[in-house]
T-cell receptor, first 113, second 112 residues
């Protein structure tokens, strides 16, 4: 266990649905990240939060909406997704945003029908 | 094109053999990290090497870094079936305080 949990582990949703992914870290870290991992593509950084403030929005479509209510929790709200958004969504945390080790959750496998 | 590229894309070896994976990158880095991912799971940090270091060891892992060639290698000695996974290099950039740029990974299969 890395100290980062994600729920749900699997999610199937239609294009008109609204769902949320949840991430929680128990490591006392100040930075949290959302990544997207698609088949045969490198890991893509989506969002970065430092001390609950968003510091990166890496050209992510607005149908993905992050929320960081406190330094331990991170959400990714999903609405009107497309089939190409099907992927493994990984949450990670680090002590701070100074390029050091990141600790990943197990991911949410998302399928958009 | 991406910052980190691993080579080979896939590697199949017999248990007990050594496995070597390579990573090349394009721009100046602060550090380079190697991560492991079991199928469909999260990534697990293996080792971090800083730009002023040339070699680092951790158990059966040996990482080298050649900043003049902008390349790194990960050696796993005496491989085990449980080492079967995908291995990713990630570069910590000099021009960003938070970005790790991941490569596409090497899929390692260790046959019992």
């Amino acid at each position: 266990e890395t100290g980062v949990t994600q729920t749900p582990r699997h999610l199937v949703m239609g294009m008109t649905n609204k769902k949320s992914l949840k991430c929680e870290q128990h490591l006392g870290h100040n930075a949290m990240y959302w990544y997207k991992q698609s088949a045969k593509k490198p890991l893509e950084l989506m969002f970065v939060y430092s001390l609950e403030e968003r510091v990166e929005n890496n050209s992510v479509p607005s149908r993905f909406s992050p929320e960081c209510p406190n330094s331990s929790h991170l959400f990714l709200h999903l609405h009107t997704l497309q089939p190409e958004d099907s992927a493994l969504y990984l949450c990670a945390s680090s002590q701070d945003t100074s390029r050091e080790t990141q600790y990943f959750g197990p991911g949410t496998r998302l399928l958009v029908l | 094109s991406q910052q980190g590229e691993e080579d080979p894309q896939a590697l199949s070896i017999q248990e007990g053999e050594n496995a070597t994976m390579n990573c090349s990158y394009k721009t100046s880095i602060n550090n380079l990290q190697w991560y492991r991912q079991n199928s469909g799971r999260g990534l697990v940090h293996l080792i971090l090497i800083r730009s002023n270091e040339r070699e680092k060891h951790s158990g059966r892992l040996r990482v080298t870094l050649d900043t003049s060639k902008k390349s790194s290698s990960l050696l796993i000695t005496a491989s085990r079936a449980a080492d079967t996974a995908s291995y990713f290099c990630a570069t910590g950039m000099m021009d960003s305080s938070y970005k790790l740029i991941f490569g596409s990974g090497t899929r390692l299969l260790v046959r019992p």
